[in-house]
């Protein structure tokens, strides 16, 4: 069973930085693709970046040279990390890890993490 829990969410200043942790389980494959998405308060879910299991990387316009997204890889998990600096009430979302076989199928997603930036 595919397991993915996210955490490191809270509320920060303007300015500030925070880094989201997703522990993933039970994935059974050596490749695959995974990312963060977010949603803001009325807004449609946008990707925010993408890692795949090749090292490579792929960032939205909007967090590039702001945000890091990297891997750590155990014997039976891997863990998905963003870090977020120079965050903006713009970034304000629910923060959504998940994975899958590659950008075209993210088929697993977690729970999500609130991080909330105020003026």
């Known amino acids: 069973q595919v397991q993915l829990v996210e955490s490191g969410g809270g509320s920060v200043q303007a300015g500030g930085s925070l880094r989201l942790s997703c522990v993933v389980s039970?994935?059974?494959?050596?490749?695959?693709?995974m990312a963060w998405f977010r949603q803001g308060p009325g807004k449609e879910r946008e990707g925010v970046a993408t890692?795949?299991?090749?090292?490579?990387?792929?960032?939205a316009d909007s967090v590039k040279g702001r945000f890091t997204i990297s891997i750590s890889k155990d014997s039976d998990k891997n863990t998905l990390y963003l870090q977020m600096n120079s965050l903006g009430s713009e970034d304000t979302a629910m923060y959504y890890c998940?994975?899958?076989?590659?950008?075209?199928?993210?088929?697993?997603w977690g729970q999500g993490t609130q991080v909330t930036v105020s003026a």
């Open positions: 998940t994975i899958g076989a590659d950008q075209a199928d993210f088929r697993y």
């Open positions: 039970g994935y059974p494959f050596s490749s695959y693709s």
């Open positions: 890692i795949d299991s090749d090292g490579s990387t792929l960032y």
